[in-house]
């Protein structure tokens, strides 16, 4: 059970992570897989080399039949399957550990990275487990054979076999390819419901993406157009140089004319000037 304690941890790390369905698939692991494997398993395939017997005494014989009728270990076979699934999982918790570490720069665009790779994690978990469904129903079947024939050299003619606890590692195989069946299915419903949040994710943030450029470009248009009318007659010069007459302007320069035409001695008439 020992060498089990890294998988266990690594999994009870994933639940921060994952999805309810995510959590649902990873007590499958832990429970009717890991688990079950540590402890009966282990004692129900650890003999099936030695009590594999044939009706022969020719040297070799007896293992190139059993080599024949199981080209994998029952046991290694599921091992190797838990530790494939494990591969990505544990390559998904070093790069969130990663961005937790590293801090700063867009939450927003952290936990879509974050995301995008559950995301993979959660495909290549499915391939896995359609993989050794496939491997499984190919290289054992359903049903194991209490009486195995072998033709093979060094046998000197057809001899049977004969398998340990047919029946009991039968009952085990068949429950083996169910957990197997149900934990892909949970894994095709957890990629779509990721996908469909990954996209739902991804149309709110263009949404919100062109709802900031719209206010942008309203408030330029706003700011272009609370310009005063006398500051954007004299930015704008009228053609020839000549620019539109300012009132108070205008009326600076009559009292500066009227105060030189009086000091000349000049005579007004009806606001009129007259030298």
Known sequence: MAEWAFLSTLFDSLQGHSTLLGRFWMLLMLVFRILVLSTVA???????????????????????CYDMAFPISHYRFWVFHIVLISTPSLL????????????????????R?????????????????????????????????????????????????FTSRPMEKTVFLRFYFSVGAVSALISLTELLQVSYKLACSSGQLGRRTYGRENLRNAAHEAAGQTLSPDLAGRASPRPGGSRKPDPRSGSVRSSASSRTCSSSKCKTHKGSLVV
């Open 42 to 64: 282990g004692d129900m395939f650890e003999d099936e080399q030695e009590e594999f017997a044939c009706n022969t005494l020719q040297p070799g014989c007896k293992q190139v």
């Open 92 to 111: 998904f918790l070093v790069y969130a550990a990663h961005l937790s570490s590293k801090g700063g720069g867009g939450a927003a665009r952290e936990s």
């Open 113 to 161: 990275r974050l995301r995008l790779l559950y995301l993979v994690n959660v495909g290549f978990r499915l391939l896995a487990e359609v993989g050794a469904l496939v491997g499984q129903w190919w290289l054992y079947g359903f049903t194991l054979e209490a009486q195995f024939p072998c033709q093979r050299f060094p046998c000197p003619y057809t001899v049977d076999c």
